[in-house]
């Protein structure tokens, strides 16, 4: 196979526009600076924050989910589904609350 068949087939593209031999602008522009950071700043001391505000749990979990309308899949127990999954992560988010002592007491406690 001589070198000028490699490409049999396939068709050369001419990336170049109207035979412009100048190079294009976005080749002169300067580097821009990398966006990771550098090591002094990935290990500096990071500022305190800020205190979070109490959470209170949901009195009901799914009435977002229920408030959509039936979920447009074809599984006949979609709705129920959906419902379990939310009222499982409000129980995951209330145990997160209480391990970090920011569960929001009430004055029946």
């Known amino acids: ?7 049999q087939g396939n068709p ?3 990336n170049h526009s109207g035979g412009n031999s100048k190079p294009s602008a ?6 821009r600076p990398s966006a990771d950071p550098t090591p002094a700043e990935f290990w500096r001391i990071a500022p305190k924050a800020a205190v979070p505000a109490r959470i209170t749990p949901a009195t009901d979990p799914t009435a ?3 408030s959509l309308g039936r979920p447009p899949l074809e599984h006949p127990g979609a709705d129920r589904y959906l419902a379990s ?3 499982r992560a409000a129980g995951l988010a209330t145990a997160l609350a209480v391990a ?3 569960l929001a007491t009430t004055d029946e406690d």
């Not at 976005?26 to 580097?31: D, F, H, L, S, V």
């Open 85 to 87: 999954v939310a009222q």
């Open 1 to 7: 196979m001589s070198s000028g068949q490699g490409n």
């Open 26 to 31: 976005r080749r002169n522009a300067q580097p």
């Open 12 to 14: 050369r593209r001419n």
């Open 64 to 66: 977002l989910v229920r």
């Open 100 to 102: 970090a002592d920011i």
